[in-house]
């Protein structure tokens, strides 16, 4: 097979193209297309990773630390451990010195968090706290965004969900590559620099890298909704090579063409950061483990 774009031989296959490419010409495939992303945040803004030590933080990390430069990017990386995952540690801290960036490790022990082991309760659990500590480590230390590994299949799963769940809120304020950071409310912004990559670019990236990665052992993984769909997606992909991108695109563009109503936020009355009601989900969560334990 010839690579898609030059007469060399291909040896990757990238499913948003439906062909294969070079070596040479994958890099400058999927760094183009973190360039897309990182563009449309601020000269010289700071971005806190959160890797968990997948293949998608770390290639997203890593190919960010390769295009930060030109727009003078602050780079650093928090993980999120659970005290389960050693491996994880270790691959966030070869990344973080290779790279030469700030890495942030948070204990959730030292939160009083305990992960249950029933997989449902553990994935709710696991997403309440990511996304309340990135966000609150984040404000705290001064950086404008938080950054994600999500990548265009995730992105296609999420429009899809939320359109055959009917639930309008997230597309409407958070379906983009980059959403502004509001200090007002202490919400740090939200950069997805694979926003659009796939999954299996995501692999071959590292993979081509020879970058260390680690399995995040989620105990519910194979087994959610994601699960189910996303192979489905993947059949219209296979079929319709430039589909998801497309189906992605439309979505997101749609969505800034609705006037949605004003979002509501509040400061939570417990901790000072962001929520819709009264009492953040985090707060909420926490009181209910702590009563659980005893
Ligand atoms: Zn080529
Ligand atoms: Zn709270």
């Given at each position: 097979m010839k690579c898609h774009y030059c007469q060399r031989e291909g040896t990757i296959f990238v499913e948003n193209l439906g062909d294969w490419v070079c070596e040479e010409h994958f890099e400058r495939y999927f760094l183009k297309r973190v360039d897309r992303v990182l563009r449309r945040v601020g000269k010289g803004s700071s971005l806190l990773f959160g890797v968990s030590g997948g293949k998608d933080s770390v290639a997203a990390l890593h190919a960010s630390s390769l295009v930060a430069p030109k727009y003078r990017l602050k780079l650093g990386a928090a993980i999120v451990y659970t005290g389960l995952a050693p491996d994880c540690l270790e691959v966030f801290k070869s990344l973080t010195e290779e790279l030469r960036m700030e890495g942030v490790v948070i204990d959730l022990r030292e939160w009083g968090i305990k992960v249950p082991p029933d997989p449902r309760a553990a994935c709710f659990v696991c997403g309440v706290v990511n996304r309340y500590l990135l966000n609150r480590y984040a404000v705290e230390r001064g950086y404008d965004y938080v950054a994600t590994g999500h990548n265009l299949d995730d992105m296609a799963y999420f429009g899809f969900n939320n359109l055959i769940t009917h639930s309008l809120d997230y597309l409407f304020y958070q379906y983009d590559s980059v959403t502004k950071p509001m200090p007002e409310y202490k919400m740090a912004g939200k950069v997805k620099p694979?926003?659009?990559?796939s999954d299996s670019d995501a692999l071959n990236y590292v993979k081509m890298k020879g970058l260390p990665t680690c399995v995040t052992k989620c105990p519910y993984e194979g087994r959610d909704k994601q699960a189910e769909i996303k192979p489905l997606l993947n059949q219209v992909r296979k079929k319709w090579p430039s589909s998801l991108v497309n189906f992605v695109s439309s979505l997101r563009e749609l969505a800034k063409m609705a006037e949605p109503p004003p979002r509501k936020i509040n400061l939570c009355e417990k901790c000072g950061y962001p929520t819709s009601g009264r009492v953040c989900a985090f707060c909420r969560l926490k009181e209910r483990l702590e009563r659980e334990v005893v």
């Open positions: 694979l926003f659009w990559v």
